[in-house]
């Protein structure tokens, strides 16, 4: 079997690298800018500002080959396999976020509040949060 995921746009970020994100949204992650590719702009019809969306992202900067982390990076906390843990270190990196659409700076530029991700993240998918 095989299959294939495309990126549908691009995260914009202040945070510059995985030592400046926060591991969850509500550890004051920034605001930040999604950008969708035009030839997906239909496929934004109905998202309004204020929504709460799930955005899933494909964390590019994550180690594939990890399977087990200290959860948060500490290596006080007792080592667990990837799947008990956020970490971005497995082996499929995706990211699930859930944060709210501020407002749409264009048609095609969604700003978001609260995204733990670095510039320029791959963004594969939304999701209203029903």
């Known amino acids: 079997m ?12 202040p945070l510059k690298n995985r030592a400046e994100c926060p ?14 590719d035009p030839q ?11 929504q709460e969306i799930l955005l899933l992202t ?7 080959s990890r399977r087990k982390v200290h959860p948060r990076g500490n290596r006080e906390n007792p080592i667990k396999g990837v799947f008990a843990t956020r970490s971005p270190d497995r082996p499929n990196p995706i990211g699930f976020h859930k944060t709210r659409i501020v407002s749409f700076d264009q048609p095609l530029r969604i700003r978001v509040d609260a ?3 670095i510039d320029l993240t791959p963004v594969i998918d939304i999701k209203p949060v029903i």
């Open 2 to 13: 095989s299959f294939e995921v495309r990126q549908i746009g691009v995260v914009r970020s």
């Open 23 to 36: 591991c969850q949204e509500s550890e004051n992650a920034p605001e930040a800018i999604v950008e969708i």
């Open 40 to 50: 997906y702009e239909e496929a934004l019809e109905g998202l309004v500002s204020g």
């Open 115 to 117: 995204l733990e991700v």
């Open 58 to 64: 494909w964390l590019h900067q994550s180690d594939r």
